[in-house]
């Protein structure tokens, strides 16, 4: 059964930091691409960032770049999303998803996890 499990949310004040995880399990993910979208209340899931299976590709949604930094660790099978300077923009449920290829064609999702960044 494959399962992402994400972590690491939570309230933090505005300018602050967050480091979300995600651990895989079920499968091989080490040649797929994973990735971070997130869904605000009232809005559609968007994309965040994502990353290739080998680590050396990773792509990034303007409003975010420079600020969030995504990373793997195939080994572990974990994937990252280091978030600063936060914003109450930022406030969502962000998910983990994974996916074959490049760009991913995100198959398997996560549950998510609430962060809600304070003004």
């Known amino acids: 059964q494959v399962q992402l499990v994400e972590s690491g949310g939570g309230l933090v004040q505005a300018g602050g930091s967050l480091r979300l995880s995600c651990a895989a399990s079920?499968?091989?993910?080490?040649?797929?691409?994973m990735g971070w979208f997130r869904q605000a209340p009232g809005k559609e899931r968007e994309f965040v960032a994502a990353?290739?299976?080998?680590?050396?590709?990773?792509y990034y949604a303007d409003s975010v770049k420079g600020r969030f930094t995504i990373s793997r660790d195939n080994a572990k099978i974990t994937v990252d999303l280091q978030m600063n300077s936060l914003k109450p923009a930022d406030t969502a449920v962000y998910y983990c998803?994974?996916?074959?290829?490049?760009?991913?064609?995100?198959?398997?999702w996560g549950q998510g996890t609430q962060v809600t960044v304070s003004s």
């Open positions: 079920g499968r091989t993910f080490s040649r797929d691409g």
């Open positions: 998803a994974a996916g074959t290829g490049w760009p991913p064609a995100y198959a398997y």
């Open positions: 990353i290739s299976w080998s680590g050396g590709s990773t």
